[in-house]
């Protein structure tokens, strides 16, 4: 099965689990307050007063990217595989009224699970669309500020997902994202696993080789900043629960991945 069909089918049943009230964490567990090193403690109880139980319990990022997007009022918001739909809704908050946020994933179920969050959560400036962060359907020029949590590392072609993220962004637009990024060579036998993709760990980029693609790309002023070093005892359950040998692996994993806040502009203006 190709990479793109297992993230599918993962979140696929993470969205039917979360609409059931039994969701998984990204890296594993019962539900969204389990503990897990990647998606626990992201967001402040203030941010997600009068969201509905179901949001929280899809949310399987490893960040929060609406922290740092420093969102205005009256802007266009995207979010790159929205899931079950938190950062979209506190985006459409940030925004305003005048303001909106879209949501993209490509999971039915969670589309339908997001919808109906927004239901609950009575916020009306916002819109959820099916489609691939590959493949964006919006028209160029029409987002100010571009969001993802833990997303673009599941992409099997990175190079054209950041691609089409620039296409969309307004000259003078920005992305801001989290994603799990790897200090170094990931290792070869971690690459082996498919599986890991869905636990936010494969996939991931090297720090300087996210900068080479987004700067590629077309972004200028990347940043990356780190807000969370993973040790070997993070990864233990993680790589138990797949099946492979957690007492040889962990150790070659100690302290290389980390979950990082990226950041980039768009030029104001063509070149030339």
Same mark, same amino acid.
């Given at each position: 099965?190709?990479?793109?069909?297992?993230? !599918?089918?993962? &979140?696929?049943?993470?969205?039917?689990?979360?609409?059931?009230? +039994?969701?998984?964490?990204?890296?594993?567990?019962? %539900?969204?307050?389990?503990?897990?090193?990647?998606?626990? %403690?992201? &967001?402040?109880?203030?941010?997600? +007063?009068?969201?509905?139980?179901? @949001?929280?319990?899809?949310?399987?990022?490893?960040?929060?990217?609406?922290?740092?997007?420093?969102?205005?009022?009256?802007?266009?918001?995207?979010?790159?595989?929205?899931?079950?739909?938190?950062?979209?809704?506190?985006? /459409?908050?940030? @925004?305003?009224?005048?303001?909106?946020?879209?949501?993209?994933?490509?999971?039915?179920?969670?589309?339908?699970?997001? !919808?109906?969050?927004?239901?609950?959560? =009575?916020?009306?400036?916002?819109?959820?669309?099916?489609?691939?962060?590959?493949?964006?359907?919006?028209?160029?020029?029409?987002?100010?500020?571009?969001?993802?949590?833990?997303?673009?590392?599941?992409?099997?072609?990175?190079?054209?997902?950041?691609?089409?993220?620039?296409? @969309?962004?307004?000259?003078? +637009?920005?992305?801001?994202? =989290?994603?799990?990024?790897? !200090?170094?060579?990931?290792?070869?036998?971690?690459?082996?696993?498919?599986?890991?993709?869905?636990?936010?760990?494969?996939? /991931?980029?090297?720090?300087?080789? &996210?900068?080479?693609?987004?700067? /590629?790309?077309?972004?200028?002023?990347?940043?990356?900043?780190?807000?969370?070093? &993973?040790?070997?005892?993070?990864? /233990?359950?993680?790589? =138990?629960?797949?099946?492979?040998?957690?007492?040889?692996? =962990?150790?070659?994993?100690?302290?290389?991945?980390?979950?990082?806040?990226?950041?980039?502009?768009?030029?104001?203006?063509?070149?030339?």
């Amino acid at each position: 099965m190709e990479t793109k069909e297992v993230v !599918r089918e993962h &979140y696929r049943k993470l969205a039917q689990r979360a609409a059931g009230k +039994g969701a998984s964490c990204c890296g594993g567990g019962e %539900n969204s307050a389990c503990g897990d090193p990647i998606t626990s %403690n992201l &967001y402040s109880i203030e941010e997600i +007063g009068g969201l509905p139980l179901e @949001v929280l319990q899809a949310s399987l990022g490893c960040g929060n990217p609406t922290a740092v997007a420093e969102l205005k009022p009256g802007e266009v918001v995207l979010d790159l595989g929205s899931g079950g739909g938190i950062d979209v809704l506190l985006s /459409a908050r940030r @925004v305003g009224p005048t303001g909106k946020a879209y949501g993209l994933d490509m999971t039915d179920e969670m589309l339908a699970l997001a !919808r109906e969050n927004q239901r609950k959560a =009575a916020i009306e400036n916002v819109e959820f669309l099916k489609g691939e962060i590959e493949q964006i359907p919006l028209p160029d020029n029409s987002v100010d500020v571009i969001i993802s949590n833990c997303v673009i590392n599941l992409s099997a072609n990175k190079d054209r997902a950041l691609a089409e993220a620039l296409r @969309v962004l307004r000259p003078g +637009g920005r992305l801001a994202v =989290a994603d799990i990024v790897v !200090r170094g060579e990931m290792p070869t036998e971690l690459r082996r696993y498919v599986e890991l993709l869905v636990g936010c760990i494969a996939g /991931a980029l090297g720090d300087d080789e &996210y900068r080479r693609k987004l700067t /590629a790309a077309g972004f200028e002023a990347v940043e990356i900043e780190p807000f969370r070093i &993973y040790r070997a005892e993070d990864a /233990a359950d993680l790589l =138990a629960q797949a099946g492979l040998d957690a007492k040889a692996l =962990a150790p070659l994993i100690d302290g290389r991945f980390m979950s990082a806040f990226i950041r980039a502009h768009k030029a104001a203006h063509a070149c030339c």
